[in-house]
């Protein structure tokens, strides 16, 4: 089992992180309960920005990715940390901008941006859009013209890069919805459109090659093609990219099969791309540009865990055991969506040596409904505290209320204490957008 600093086993034999008994946190906030380890979020987002203000001058922005972990608390330290953020839709641009977010300090994108959703980001002085589609850089450019603006956008790139991961989160093979091909040269068709606009600065490119990547190649490899791409369209457009943003992917620990990569070894990531980029402009006598990267998994997905109460048990001799928890698909989808695997402990009995393989169960009625399968445990008993590992991305922003469970609050834990960051759902919020019209009366 992988323990970060925070993460530990204190002398009650509990399961601890950010300094508070994870026991105590049962008894104060109830299961199920998403919490987030907030040292583990800032170390995360000071060692990206630490690397491009050690290796780079400086000349590069960090944006947390949205879509991991949007609430107005994320945003909040996120300003206090110096980056930026990407959102990809008017919903976290909003959350963002409650959250007292600086609007030029967001990247926006997405494959399928709504009219509406560029009115709003426009109005609001949002930094960066990434134009993924013509749609997109006519409606940009329109509504640019209204407010009597340029605005900055970048042109999301597909530069053909496999990364290894699950197929599903993968964006940039040839057969994408994102982006614009390079190989069939719909990429450079797309630079010579948006420079034709009056009121869009093309900034330079975006590309995103998929999530949970470990190989330190794909990324050195997406930045060595965007870097060719960047030269060629110097040659013919006699325009040279001053920005490159390279997106996100960075993997992370869910169980031993996966590296334990460390804050030393995300910088790391980071500096291989720019080594590249450092590399690609001496070979082609180009400007260093300014480089982005939007990394979400590696910053919150390790500083999060779920803690749960294990409800029923059910073994089927020579096949199985299910042990339920108060949990299940609704607020951990990744096990049904990507067959995601997760490691796991008893927090009151945490040091206890696991002696079986479990499918954690959850309460949704449909039998897809698990949170993990093969995982080790000590023998679980009802009414035992169980806490799933690298919970904090992807998990509450994809959270639903199927079957009309509640999404769980999430808390964010410091120096031992606790404060809720996303207070619990009641029943009043199931209903409140529900309506019987007169007609049913
Ligand atoms: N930038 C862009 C344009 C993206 O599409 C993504 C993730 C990121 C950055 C952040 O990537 P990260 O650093 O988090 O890997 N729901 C899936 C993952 C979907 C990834 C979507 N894009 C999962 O639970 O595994």
Not at 196 to 218: A, V
Request: aromatic share 10%; with cysteine.
């Amino acid at each position: 089992m992988h323990f970060r600093d925070t993460l530990k086993i204190n002398g009650k034999g509990h399961l601890e992180i950010g300094g508070a008994d994870c026991v105590d946190l049962v008894w104060e906030f109830g299961t199920p309960l998403y919490v987030l380890d907030e040292a583990h979020i800032r170390n995360m987002m000071r060692a990206y920005r630490n690397t491009f203000l050690e290796e780079y001058n400086g000349n590069g922005t960090v944006y947390y990715a949205s879509k991991v972990f949007c609430c107005k608390a994320i945003y909040a330290i996120a300003a206090q940390e110096g980056i930026g953020a990407d959102v990809v839709s008017a919903g976290e641009l909003y959350t963002a901008l409650q959250a007292g977010f600086p609007a030029e300090q967001l990247c926006f994108h997405g494959n399928n941006k709504l009219p509406r959703e560029i009115s709003y980001a426009l109005a609001n002085g949002v930094g960066t859009l990434v134009i993924d589609a013509y749609r997109e850089a006519d409606l940009i450019d329109a509504e640019a013209e209204k407010l009597g603006r340029v605005q900055n956008v970048l042109i999301r790139i597909n530069p053909g890069v496999e990364a290894h991961t699950h197929a599903y989160v993968q964006t940039a093979t040839t057969d994408s919805k994102f982006g614009f091909s390079v190989s069939d040269g719909s990429a450079e068709k797309i630079a010579a459109y948006v420079l034709s606009k009056k009121n869009l600065r093309l900034k330079g490119f975006h590309c995103h090659i998929g999530s949970q990547i470990f190989e330190k190649e794909s990324f050195v490899i997406a930045a060595e093609k965007l870097m060719d791409f960047v030269f060629a369209l110097k040659q013919s457009l006699k325009y040279e990219a001053e920005t490159l943003n390279l997106g996100g992917g960075f993997g992370i620990w869910y169980t031993d099969d996966d590296a334990k990569i460390g804050c030393e070894g995300y910088s790391g990531y980071l500096r291989a791309i720019i080594g590249t980029v450092k590399r690609k402009c001496c070979e082609y006598g180009l400007r260093l540009p300014h480089l982005c990267v939007e990394p979400g998994r590696s910053i919150v997905g390790e500083a999060g865990i779920t803690l749960y109460t294990v409800g029923a048990i059910k073994e089927i001799p020579a096949i199985r055991k299910y042990v339920a928890v108060d949990g299940g698909m609704f607020e951990s989808p990744r096990y049904a969506l990507y067959q995601s695997k997760y490691s796991a402990l008893i927090a009151n009995r945490a040091d206890e040596a696991p002696c079986e393989k479990v499918s954690i169960a959850g309460k949704c009625c449909e039998s897809g409904d698990l949170i993990g399968v093969n995982i080790n445990l000590p023998k679980a008993e009802t009414g035992d505290i169980l806490a799933v590992f690298s919970t904090g991305a992807y998990h509450y922003s994809m959270a639903s209320n199927y079957n009309r469970n509640f999404v769980p609050p999430v808390v964010l834990v410091k120096d031992g204490k606790a404060d809720y960051i996303v207070k619990p759902q009641t029943f009043e919020d199931l209903v409140r957008n529900d309506v019987i019209p007169d007609r049913l009366k």
